[in-house]
């Protein structure tokens, strides 16, 4: 693979990972600890909502965001024939 | 059959199949001992790395520490799976791609420096003896309880199995116990959280159970969390579910306490390691996304455990004559884990958030591992909780042994003391390093320090402070240079562990009043994490950049593909 090949595969990786962690920074800290208390104004069937995104909902969007991330990279790694 | 007749049955059958499956796979090769020949499929290593992972703390202690916290109970549940996001994107596949054996391994090589490797090595061995000590004083704790032998019985009879499956099957033989032992535990964690949650809201899932309604008694009809904060609310505890209210912990030390477990959790070399097992970088993403996904069916169970175990503790106990309390309070009191002092002398049992009215002691402990007989569940599955907990602590200790051992014998000895060792004698070094590291383990499981439980806070502390930001670095700056890399772990280790020794063993006094910006010894982590990342990149600006051979390295590691 050439330089400029390897560094356009970079550069799509870099892309996927600061797009995942945003949403990983958000559905952790932000839903589940900054605005927890204005979302517990809301509920979700007996949960108040901040509550069940810090103890339920962060670690599904976790699982989630992890599968989002192995099959996009595999997308871009056959886009670029290095799988 | 007799609880005790269970729990010897199936404790001894785990115990046998542990065996058998080490035997079958031990290691005859220094890549078969310390990488398991890296034949792993995704699925396996996911399932082991789950079992690796939770440890006796996630089985026994997380679900009854949740249940006095509530809300702040979010500090566990996010920060010891939200790492793996972390360790899925930015480490996992480019150390698999790296290959080779070892963390301590990586950090040497990267940054071309015998200082680095050692000051790495003596943090994978600090952080994982300090562990691995508590996972041994754990097996001793269950087999004390439910096999009425003595702690110290307990804990030998733990180190003679785990002896024979690390020392003699190496990560090859690890690994497939590991995936037994997952199967093991979370089937005694789910069925007594299952059976718990159709007995109280009718739903099988205990994830949504806990979020429904109460089915029987005067409460019938209303949402389970509603009424327990009402209940919290009248007995003058602070509500289960909000946030910052009275004497819970602040937003910025959660925070911070998140971010360090998060962090630690990445930088854990017995978790490390586990992605080295795999075929290839792919490999290493996929088994990521198995190994949270098999730790999150316990994860997401734990906080529906711990509401249940609330409820249910409070509607048996609190306004109870003394004398016709429940007959596991009875039996569960011999134990010290749980005691009441008749204060006013009335011989009703009292539970108040105020500590001069309180006259109930429970300790978080008892939440898991009475649970099955709080909720009147058949004698086979105590039996099975039982076998669950030391499926728990002694997967974990496998994992730390092995990460001991190739420290000692392949960073120390192969890389630093005697270059051209050959396979076989590093093999003999290896096991030797496994079973002075069991019986030291085991020795301190009979004989625990007082301070066992406060060392905790440092296992994740240093793993964020030390080997995170380096590793992180290494993989993603071509510029970070040695100099950098050293200044950035000393600097992160130093203010981390200074900081957890004064106020652990020598402030008058440790609260948000004296803290650091509010943030406490077991978020600290979360600033020494901060503070190497500074340094290194500020000190990397003013050396001179890496060689071009490092540069070769990092640019391959960042491509995947076949190592």
Redesign the interface.
Same mark, same amino acid.
């Given at each position: 693979m050439t330089s400029e090949r390897a560094a356009s595969y970079w550069r799509a990786n870099l892309r996927v990972m600061a797009i995942l962690l945003t949403v990983w920074f958000f559905a952790s800290f932000g839903l589940g600890i900054f605005w927890v208390e204005w979302l517990n104004q809301f509920s979700l069937g007996g949960f108040p909502l901040g509550f069940w995104f810090s103890q339920q909902g962060s670690i599904y969007i976790f699982v989630v965001l992890i599968f989002v991330y192995a099959r996009w990279m595999d997308r871009i790694d056959a886009q670029f024939g290095v799988g | 059959m007799s609880i005790l007749g269970w729990t010897y049955t199936l404790v001894g059958l785990t115990f046998g199949l542990y065996a058998f499956i080490a035997y079958m796979s031990r290691a005859k090769t220094t890549s078969g001992f310390y990488v398991a020949g890296r034949g792993v499929p995704a699925i396996a290593n996911g399932m082991a790395t789950g079992a690796d992972w939770m440890s006796a703390a996630s089985f026994i202690s997380m679900a009854g520490l949740?249940s006095f916290m509530g *809300?702040t109970? !979010?500090i566990y @549940?996010?920060g010891w =799976? &939200?790492g *793996?996001?972390?360790l899925? @994107?930015?480490l996992a596949?480019y150390l698999r791609k790296f290959g080779k054996f070892t963390v301590p391994e990586f950090v040497g090589d990267r940054y071309e420096s015998q200082v680095a490797r050692i000051v790495a090595v003596v943090c994978a061995i600090f952080v994982s003896f300090t562990y691995v000590a508590g996972q041994m004083r754990g097996v001793g704790v269950v087999f004390a309880r439910f096999l009425e032998v003595r702690v110290e019985t307990g804990v030998i009879i733990g180190v003679v199995i785990v002896f024979f499956y690390a020392v003699v099957g190496g990560m090859r033989g690890i690994t497939y116990t590991q995936v037994a032992q997952y199967v093991v535990l979370i089937f005694a964690f789910m069925i007594p959280a299952i059976a718990i949650s159709m007995d109280l809201t009718g739903h099988m899932i205990p994830?949504v159970g806990? &979020?429904?309604?109460i089915v029987e008694g005067p409460n019938a009809g209303r949402?389970? $969390? /509603?009424t327990l904060d009402e209940v919290q609310r009248d007995l003058g505890f602070p509500e289960y579910?909000?946030?910052?209210v009275g004497g819970k912990k602040s937003?910025v030390d959660?925070?911070a306490i !998140?971010?360090a477990l998060?962090v630690g959790t990445a930088g854990l070399p017995h978790v490390l390691v586990r992605f080295y097992t795999v075929k290839n970088a792919?490999a290493a993403?996929?088994s990521? $996304?198995w190994a @949270? &996904?098999f730790i999150?069916i316990l *994860? =997401?169970t734990a906080?529906a455990v711990a509401t249940f175990a609330r409820v249910n503790m409070i509607q048996a106990l609190e306004g109870t004559a003394y004398d016709e309390a429940p007959a596991w309070f009875t039996s569960w009191e011999k134990t010290g884990l749980i005691g009441f002092e008749d204060k006013n002398g009335d011989g009703i049992i009292a539970y108040r958030g105020d500590p001069a009215l309180n006259e109930l002691k429970v300790e978080p402990d008892i939440m898991v591992l009475a649970n099955p007989e709080i909720a009147n569940l058949p004698n086979w599955v105590i039996g099975l909780v039982a076998a669950g907990g030391l499926a728990a602590a002694l997967s974990t200790a496998a994992g730390l042994l092995l990460v001991i051992s190739s420290s000692v014998s392949h960073d120390l000895m192969k890389s630093v003391i005697w270059k051209d060792m050959d396979d076989a004698s590093e093999l003999r070094i290896a096991r030797i390093a496994a079973a002075f590291a069991v019986i030291a383990a085991g020795v301190v499981g009979i004989y625990p320090p007082a301070y066992v439980a406060q060392v905790v806070a440092f296992a994740f502390g240093l793993a964020a402070a030390s080997f995170f930001p380096v590793l992180v670095l290494g993989i993603f700056s071509l510029r970070t240079t040695k100099e950098g890399a050293i200044a950035g772990m000393l600097t992160g280790i130093v203010i981390t562990a200074s900081y957890i020794v004064y106020f652990k063993f020598f402030a008058a006094e440790s609260s948000a009043d004296v803290w650091l910006f509010g943030i406490s010894p077991e978020g600290i982590g979360s600033v020494g994490m901060v503070l190497n990342f500074l340094v290194a990149i500020g000190v990397s600006s003013f050396t001179p950049p890496p060689s071009t051979e490092v540069r070769a390295l990092v /640019?391959r590691i960042? $491509?995947? &593909?076949e190592a």
């Open positions: - | 949740i *809300y109970g !979010t @549940l996010m =799976t &939200g *793996y996001v972390l899925a @994107l930015l596949p994830q806990f &979020g429904a309604e949402f389970l $969390l /509603e579910t909000a946030a910052w937003m959660v925070f !998140t971010l998060m792919r993403r996929w990521a $996304l @949270l &996904g999150a *994860y =997401t906080p /640019e960042r $491509l995947p &593909g």
